[in-house]
């Protein structure tokens, strides 16, 4: 799937603000709301992979908050994330894992 085909069936799954970085946490465009990882729930994520240029490749994560914000943070795979993005992703993986055991 392309990136804009995950981004419409996310819409389609009520996933429809997106999630910026900012800090520790993640703010949402919908709300204006600073959320901090620990009122975040990774629900899903899907990558993109082009084929191409491995520079194209990106992955679409949909994020809840506890309020019931849904939304997506995208993220390219490549070499140059951002740090604080990759932390943020990190602990929502492992905050997951810690859920599901």
Same mark, same amino acid.
């Given at each position: 799937?392309?990136?804009?085909?995950?981004?419409?069936?996310?819409?389609?799954?009520?996933?429809?603000?997106?999630?910026?970085?900012?800090?520790?946490? *993640?703010?949402?465009?919908?709300?204006?709301?600073?959320?901090?990882?620990?009122?975040?729930?990774?629900?899903?994520?899907?990558?993109?992979?082009?084929?191409?240029?491995?520079?194209?490749? *990106?992955?679409?994560?949909?994020?809840?908050? /506890?309020?019931?914000? /849904?939304?997506?943070?995208?993220?390219?795979?490549?070499?140059?994330?951002?740090?604080?993005?990759?932390?943020?992703?990190?602990?929502?993986?492992?905050?997951?894992?810690?859920?599901?055991?």
């Amino acid at each position: 799937m392309t990136l804009a085909e995950l981004q419409e069936n996310a819409k389609e799954h009520g996933f429809e603000h997106h999630f910026i970085c900012e800090g520790d946490g *993640a703010r949402s465009d919908g709300t204006g709301t600073l959320y901090q990882p620990e009122d975040l729930r990774l629900v899903h994520s899907n990558s993109t992979d082009n084929g191409t240029d491995p520079g194209d490749d *990106a992955t679409l994560y949909m994020i809840e908050a /506890k309020d019931g914000t /849904k939304g997506v943070m995208i993220i390219p795979n490549s070499f140059n994330v951002d740090p604080k993005e990759a932390r943020l992703i990190d602990t929502l993986r492992q905050n997951r894992q810690n859920s599901a055991s």
